[in-house]
Each structure stands twice: as structure tokens, then as C-alpha cells.
């Protein structure tokens, strides 16, 4: 099993000049930069959102749906935990340790020309709203460590009585088919939206 970490960043860096222009044209009150720096990136900062009027910074955090190119999934995956040289490492939701305020999920992503991305939505995602939302429906870092433990969780969905596995979202485990075999929170686009804990950008 190989990391898909190299071929996504290339992906990555294609996709970017497809979303600034899309920043570009629909936030008009925003002016935003790009952040290139890798430690910055590690600690969930990719963009910089400035509001014209307030003068206020958000940090963004671009996770783009990479292994779907040319299809639309009607959910997302948040990273609740991997692993790393044998090692379990804390995912990118409940880490402490990322900037982030929004994530910007990306998905529907086209590719009706080689090489080049020409579609694709945008959802912004209030960060700490999202985990305060989780929280009230007893979902919770250590809750979920502890009723499903990566060592005894099996490959593929699982339900979880906090979530309508149809409407709302599940767990999912990558056991046997990616190398990092990361345990995601897989919640339901519409339903982010519908809790007011979503935006889409246009």
C-alpha cells in the first residue's frame, strides 16, 4: 500500500489555481492569500481570509476529495486519527495543534481536460462550530478512542448510535487500503449544511 501523499500534493498545487479563481469571483469581501509555507500548511493554515470591512483573518484549511476526481460524493471525510511508523497519530479534526477556523471541503471535482481541474464545489465548514455540534450529540475524541479503538475497529463503515448512518454519518476505516489507515468521521454534506454548521461557496 502506497501513501498518496506526493501524487496529492500535485493535485493539490493544480487544484489551487482553480479555487483562487474562484475565490476571486465569489468572495468579494474578502481579500485572501495563498500560504506556501510547509509548516504553516502542517498546522492546517493553507489560506488567509481578510474581510475587507472588519479588517478580521480566518484561517482556512483546504481538504479537497482527491481520490474522486470526476465524481460527485454526496459526503465527507474528517480525519479522526492514523498511523505512522506503528505508531496511532491524531487526526486533523481534534488536533490541538492546527490553526484552522474553516476548513474549505472540496469536492465534485472535474477534470474535462488533461491535467487540468475545471469544476468543482466548495463548502466552507465552521471548524469549532462542528466539533461544539459533535459534542452535544455525545461525539467527542475521547468518546470515539474509546468505544471504537482503531485496533478492534474493522475495515470499512461502522455505525454509531450518535448518527443516522443514512442522513448524518458514520465511521469509516481505511484498515486494509491505504498505508496511513486513517479512522474518518463520514458525515453528510447536506446534513452540514442543514445544521447551519456549513456555507457552500456559490
Given at each position: 500500500?502506497?501513501?498518496?501523499?506526493?501524487?496529492?500534493?500535485?493535485?493539490?498545487?493544480?487544484?489551487?489555481?482553480?479555487?483562487?479563481?474562484?475565490?476571486?469571483?465569489?468572495?468579494?469581501?474578502?481579500?485572501?492569500?495563498?500560504?506556501?509555507?510547509?509548516?504553516?500548511?502542517?498546522?492546517?493554515?493553507?489560506?488567509?481570509?481578510?474581510?475587507?470591512?472588519?479588517?478580521?483573518?480566518?484561517?482556512?484549511?483546504?481538504?479537497?476529495?482527491?481520490?474522486?476526481?470526476?465524481?460527485?460524493?454526496?459526503?465527507?471525510a474528517f480525519e479522526l486519527s492514523y498511523y505512522k511508523n506503528d505508531f496511532i497519530k491524531q487526526g486533523w479534526l481534534y488536533d490541538a495543534n492546527k490553526k484552522?477556523?474553516?476548513?474549505?471541503?472540496?469536492?465534485?471535482?472535474?477534470?474535462?481536460?488533461?491535467?487540468?481541474?475545471?469544476?468543482?464545489?466548495?463548502?466552507?465548514?465552521?471548524?469549532?462550530?462542528?466539533?461544539?455540534?459533535?459534542?452535544?450529540?455525545?461525539?467527542?475524541?475521547?468518546?470515539?478512542?474509546?468505544?471504537?479503538?482503531?485496533?478492534?475497529?474493522?475495515?470499512?463503515?461502522?455505525?454509531?448510535?450518535?448518527?443516522?448512518?443514512?442522513?448524518?454519518?458514520?465511521?469509516?476505516?481505511?484498515?486494509?487500503?491505504?498505508?496511513?489507515?486513517?479512522?474518518?468521521?463520514?458525515?453528510?454534506l447536506e446534513f452540514l449544511l442543514d445544521m447551519g454548521l456549513a456555507k457552500n461557496l456559490f
Amino acid at each position: 500500500m502506497k501513501s498518496t501523499f506526493t501524487s496529492d500534493l500535485k493535485k493539490e498545487q493544480r487544484l489551487s489555481l482553480l479555487l483562487d479563481s474562484y475565490y476571486t469571483k465569489h468572495l468579494k469581501n474578502y481579500h485572501f492569500e495563498r500560504i506556501h509555507d510547509i509548516n504553516e500548511q502542517l498546522q492546517g493554515v493553507d489560506l488567509l481570509l481578510k474581510q475587507k470591512s472588519s479588517h478580521m483573518t480566518h484561517v482556512v484549511d483546504e481538504k479537497a476529495q482527491l481520490d474522486y476526481i470526476n465524481e460527485s460524493l454526496p459526503t465527507f471525510a474528517f480525519e479522526l486519527s492514523y498511523y505512522k511508523n506503528d505508531f496511532i497519530k491524531q487526526g486533523w479534526l481534534y488536533d490541538a495543534n492546527k490553526k484552522t477556523d474553516f476548513y474549505a471541503l472540496v469536492t465534485s471535482i472535474y477534470e474535462d481536460e488533461p491535467e487540468v481541474f475545471t469544476s468543482c464545489k466548495v463548502t466552507f465548514v465552521n471548524r469549532q462550530k462542528l466539533i461544539a455540534f459533535l459534542e452535544t450529540r455525545g461525539i467527542t475524541q475521547n468518546i470515539i478512542s474509546q468505544n471504537y479503538p482503531a485496533e478492534s475497529l474493522p475495515h470499512g463503515k461502522t455505525n454509531i448510535k450518535e448518527l443516522n448512518p443514512s442522513t448524518e454519518g458514520y465511521l469509516y476505516h481505511s484498515k486494509n487500503n491505504k498505508s496511513e489507515k486513517p479512522i474518518n468521521l463520514v458525515l453528510r454534506l447536506e446534513f452540514l449544511l442543514d445544521m447551519g454548521l456549513a456555507k457552500n461557496l456559490f
